[in-house]
């Protein structure tokens, strides 16, 4: 019975070409992992027959696809949920959680919500930019409402799907008008910079960064890469809290980084996932940005509203490009707009109305200024008492600020491949294997187990 | 003042200060120094002003062909413009509309004070992915129990399309794919874009303002083996004209002959006819086979969920096994896209779905909007006859789902916006939805002038 369409699948291939065997052995191990899947019932069925000849012996189209490996930030809190150790802490995804380890609506949306419910508005097709009201706000948070950039219309800004959505809008609009650029990425950088610049078909290098001698910034390397790029080049920056290590570089700093990207006629392109969320102030996280623009120089920036107004799942950014005039900031919005239509058509109005009441609320938006300072002085006192924890825990002398200078969400541990899996495998605290933690997913209670994690694998393993 | 002074012979400098060049040897007026006070030095950004773009070699684009009607629509200051453009569900009274039972989810899920906004998973909402996928295939679908069904979260149809194709485009043999001729305009740009090869089969016959079912099946008959097909679930978008059940039956035993793999779009389903099986039947047809096929589901239309992009992409495989695999390289089109979809949506989406008195009564809502759209079809036909505008138009009521095309030529649809204030797209389709019994006589009337008066 069960031999039946192995026999039609025989006399099928004996017309084909060589590697004819190959062929049949390759047919005859695609069904039969059908038939061990499907089980005894549906062999047996009538059904089962007739469905399977009447296409033949038709392989599935799609049968030399191989298993892609999981997403490496995100497949880390699928083996958190699959761990039953009762201290297992989830230090994988940049979400932020309450003390009580608790995923956190902020008050401010869930009253936006209801009063988007009470006004109950269409859900009509937004522009393919997005949403005005939304593209406004968004900009103005970013360069402030008196900025020049702003009263002179010299911003194009299209509404894009969070941080990724945007990124990708740039990269596309990079691959069809910069079409011999490439862009520099900081070494390390956020792990998806990298599948984006590639599916958009955009060359990238990377530029030196972390120096895991200090656990800090190799500002000479840095400087060095950008220059020796070729001219015009986009050096992709994070606007503050630098993903994965959460080391900045000061206001000094930065004002050498763009001499140099002037110099060379490069493009900044920034990626800012985390203003006010780093320092708590909106404008103190937007200076890199705001420096760059007031040199007058042409520059790109991802924004994302994930992070600080925890909207993750709403998918809500923008993609802002300042350019020279007014004029052609219409013509660069105009051809962003063409790739976004081949790609979503429009983008989703929810979020975009939640951060457009919000912003333009004044009450709203005082509120969620004192939420996100909250969020961000929760993340720095947890940094300070682990920091206290591994001071007084460790006597081996290692200077531990590093996790006080860092910045944000992150911080990079300085720990190795091997160290972050004795972190998960012995302590079960769940990590990047980069060495990154999310301070957003520690509460205060654990730290002093983190830090007799962190001790542990720092010194015994290698 | 910085570039132009690159040591390299044609660096990126040299090429954007040579398209500046161009640009203002072109034209003086539009030359960006030519008194252009909106590049003017400003106070606190002394050392720019009047220096060059790297964006100079960015022309404008174009509006969008569709959505521009709309644009055109609104800046009309005339009291009897008709926007007959978009595609997008208008009441009697001219207003968009959103479904009470979507009104009702959503006040659901905005109370739930246990709702949290954590990411979604790549693949998005999972009970939106199966209810979807039953949604479509049917509740009792092999397919679905069999579990070789891939369904993932994307931005409503034009999101599923892209990424479909894009997987296609990875890992599919033949990268070659058939559209109708004619087709939705965005159609060709997502699969352009995606990496795939476009060509065109016969479709629309303008003699009979019907389906061309010969060409279509020889131009298929012709086609590469194994290439991909697009078609239209129902209610094909722009013409209204669908295939009949023998004619899907045909066009399906020849894409089985020659291992053509159907992409279906599905952006009507419940509202061509009004019954959601219906409308999926050329769907499930295939898959009864026990063949692979790809469907790209929107809720825009059907739910009326326009603004919040809720779609979904299902890939039928042949096994579970292989079905696992797709699983997983889609998710890499995904991720470097916009890593996870919008909750929103979705979320009503299943909040309808799983409940048995809201699906009864979306059915509901959604048969009240489809018996609009038919009785507008009667009218716009009566009123046309009673006024003896010359042509057959019994296409009319023949065609099928929220367009019509109308078979007036550019010229005629240009008069119709400047004489009229008719906007609809140069093709001469109009959406149906936007019509009422009170805007009809309008639209009889121009129709009426167009044809008598322009060939």
Known sequence: MASSPILSLASSTASSALPCRRRFLHNLKATSNQMTFLGNDHINSKSFFRTSMSVAVENSKFTDITMAPPDPILGVSEAFRADTNEMKLNLGVGAYRTEDLQPYVLNVVKKAETLMLEWAENKEYLPIEGLAAFNKATAELLFGTENPVILQQRVATVQGLSGTGSLRLAAALIERYFPSSKVLISSPTWGNHKNIFNDARVPWSEYRYYDPKTVGLDFDGMISDIKAAPEGSFVLLHGCAHNPTGIDPTPEQWEIIADVIQEKNHIPFFDVAYQGFASGSLDKDASSVRMFAARGLELLIAQSYSKNLGLYAERIGAINVVCSSSDVAHRVKSQLKRLARPMYSNPPIHGARIVANIVGNSDLFSEWKEEMASMAGRIKSVRKKLYDSLCAKDNSGKDWSFILKQIGMFSFTGLNKAQSDNMTNKWHVYMTKDGRISLAGLSSANCEYLADAIIDSYHNVS | ?455
């Open chain 2, 1 to 455: 003042m910085h570039g132009g002074n690159a040591s390299g012979s044609s660096s990126p400098a040299d090429r954007r200060l040579s398209a500046l060049v161009r640009h203002l040897e072109g034209s003086s007026r539009d030359g960006i120094d030519a008194g252009n006070h909106s590049i003017a030095a400003a106070p606190t950004s002394g050392s720019y002003g009047g220096r060059n773009s790297v964006f100079d070699h960015v022309v404008m684009g174009p509006e969008d062909p569709i959505l521009g009607v709309t644009v055109a629509y609104n800046k009309d200051p005339s009291p009897v413009k008709m926007n007959l453009g978009v595609g997008a569900y208008r009441t009697e009274e001219g207003k968009p509309l959103v479904l009470n039972v979507v009104r009702r989810a959503e006040q659901m899920l905005v109370n739930d004070s246990s709702r949290v906004k954590e990411y979604l998973p790549i693949v998005g909402l999972a009970d939106f992915n199966k209810l979807s996928a039953k949604l479509i295939l049917g509740a009792d679908s092999p397919a679905v129990q069999e579990n070789r069904v891939t369904t993932v979260q994307c931005l409503s149809g034009t999101g599923s399309l892209r990424v479909g194709a894009e997987f296609l485009a990875r890992h599919y043999h033949q990268h070659t794919i058939l559209i109708p001729q004619p087709t939705w305009g965005n159609h060709p740009k997502v699969f352009g874009l995606a990496g795939l090869s476009v060509k065109t089969y016969r479709y629309y016959d303008p003699s009979t303002r019907g389906l061309d079912f010969e060409g279509l099946m020889e131009d298929l008959g012709s086609a590469p083996s194994g290439a991909i097909v697009l078609f239209h679930a129902c209610a094909h978008n722009p013409t209204g004209v669908d295939p009949t059940a023998q004619q899907w039956e045909q066009i399906r035993q020849l894409a089985r002959s020659k291992a053509l793999l159907p992409f279906f779009d599905s952006a009507y389903q419940g509202f061509a006819s009004g019954n959601l099986d219906t409308d999926a039947q050329s769907v499930r047809m295939f898959v009864k086979d026990g063949g692979e096929c790809i469907v790209a589901q929107s809720f825009a239309k059907n739910m009326g969920l326009y603004g919040e992009r809720v779609g979904a992409l299902s890939i039928v495989c042949r096994n579970a096994d292989v079905a696992g695999r797709v699983e997983s390289q889609l998710k890499l089109v995904i991720r470097p896209m916009y890593s996870n979809p919008p909750i929103h949506g979705a979320s009503i989406v299943a909040t309808v779905l799983k409940d048995r008195n809201m699906f009864q009564e979306w059915t509901v809502e959604l048969k009240a909007m489809a018996d609009r759209i038919i009785n507008m079809r009667t009218q716009l036909f009566d009123a046309l006859r009673s006024r003896g505008t010359p042509g057959d138009w019994s296409h009319i009521i023949k065609q099928i789902g929220m367009f019509t095309f109308t078979g007036l030529n550019s010229k005629q649809v240009a008069f119709m916006t400047k004489e009229y204030h008719i906007y609809m797209t140069s093709d001469g389709r109009i959406s149906m939805a936007g019509l009422s019994s009170r805007t009809v006589p309008h639209l009889a009337d121009a129709i009426h002038a167009a044809v008598t008066r322009l060939a």
